[in-house]
């Protein structure tokens, strides 16, 4: 059965250090303009459908959004798509700010 594994912020950031990522941002578009993690793409509808037709399964798919709970979804449509490594931040956007506030 395809997983995704939930994942704190310093987790993500090892994640992203060590591997060549898919990190996808599931928020809206303002939330999106005001402040995302760097590289993050906009999980839109279109990019998704992309993604999925494209992308070679074995990339790893980081997803997260405002407080750790919409990404699971958009992360379970990787995961049931045969992508091998899924993951949501545990707390979201939100938790990865407070361990990234300057």
């Given amino acids: 059965m395809p997983t995704v594994n939930e ?3 310093a987790q993500a950031e090892m994640l992203m250090n060590e591997k060549d990522i898919l990190l996808l ?3 809206d578009l303002e ?3 005001q402040g995302h993690i760097e590289g993050a793409m906009m999980a839109h509808e279109a990019l998704i ?3 999925l037709s494209k992308n070679d399964k074995r990339t790893p798919v ?3 959004c405002y407080q750790g709970a919409s990404s699971k979804d958009t992360a379970k449509v990787f995961a049931n798509s ?3 490594e899924v993951y949501s931040i545990v ?3 939100a938790e990865w700010k ?3 506030a300057s």
């Fill in 25 to 27: 941002d599931s928020r």
């Fill in 49 to 51: 459908d992309s993604v």
């Fill in 31 to 33: 939330s999106y303009k």
């Fill in 7 to 9: 994942i704190s912020p």
């Fill in 62 to 64: 980081l997803v997260y």
């Fill in 98 to 100: 407070r361990g990234h």
């Fill in 82 to 84: 045969g992508f091998n």
């Fill in 91 to 93: 707390g979201g956007y």
